[in-house]
């Protein structure tokens, strides 16, 4: 069995500030766990991955997550937040046996003010 | 990273008819597929897993007659919703995993837009 908890359902920063979305999950075998942005009315696009090799993993857009087992934590953050980063965010566990068995956390709106 | 086509991005349909939605890898074979559904500012849900020539395997809760799904090539799935009704209206996506991928992501659609009036 597998969950996702993401705290904080909205999150406001505002541009130039640090930006931290945070992800709890939890998973009977080994874990896969990602984080992804999704723009209105479009799919889902990787934003990084942990797939069990490095524990602070980078992305794209400057985004980089650190898996920490003990805290059962994979929080996503960013420097310093842009105006194009005000996106849906969802963070996702999958067995490391079927990557593409996703369960997904129930999301954080980021909101990024001028 | 490989890349997965939803056909189409939006259809509207009329309550009581059935609407198909294609999901395409186009540069790997997806031996797994697997359908989600989203409703409005909410997350995503598991519906299916399917293999390829096998049959679907459907989350608990999903109507396996409602919501057909095949996966008859190593680059199609289909999901038909029969007899769609307005409470299937909803942003429906698919994502694959295959060969050649390193199998440590799956790759997602761009979602279709469901509306049943």
């Known amino acids: 069995a597998q969950s996702v908890t993401q705290l904080g359902s909205h999150v406001s920063v505002s541009e130039g500030a640090l930006v931290l979305l945070r992800c709890n999950y939890s998973?009977?075998?080994?874990?896969?766990l990602f984080w992804y942005v999704q723009y209105p009315n479009q799919g889902l696009q990787l934003l990084l991955k942990y797939t069990s090799a490095a524990t602070l993993v980078k992305g794209i857009n400057g985004f980089e997550a650190e898996f920490k087992k003990s805290e059962t934590s994979f929080h996503l953050t960013k420097p310093s937040a842009h105006m194009s980063d005000a996106a849906e965010y969802f963070c996702a566990v999958s067995p490391n046996t079927n990557a593409g068995k996703s369960t997904f956390g129930d999301g954080t709106t980021l909101t990024v003010k001028p | 990273g490989a890349v997965v086509s939803q056909h189409p991005s939006w259809v509207i349909c009329k309550s009581g008819t059935s609407v198909k939605i294609e999901c395409r890898s186009l540069d790997f074979q997806a031996t797994t597929m697997f359908w989600y559904r989203q409703f409005p500012k909410q997350s995503l849900m598991l519906m299916a897993t399917?293999?390829?020539?096998?049959?679907?395997?459907?989350e608990q809760g999903v109507e396996k007659d409602k919501f057909l799904i095949n996966h008859a090539s190593l680059t199609l799935s289909t999901l038909t919703v029969t007899s769609a009704h307005p409470e299937d209206s909803s942003f429906y996506i698919c994502?694959?995993?295959?060969?050649?991928?390193?199998?440590?992501?799956?790759?997602f659609g761009q979602g279709t837009r469901l509306t049943v009036v």
């Open positions: 994502s694959a995993t295959g060969t050649g991928q390193g199998n440590t992501e799956a790759f």
């Open positions: 399917s293999n390829e020539g096998s049959k679907a395997t459907y």
């Open positions: 998973s009977s075998v080994p874990p896969y």
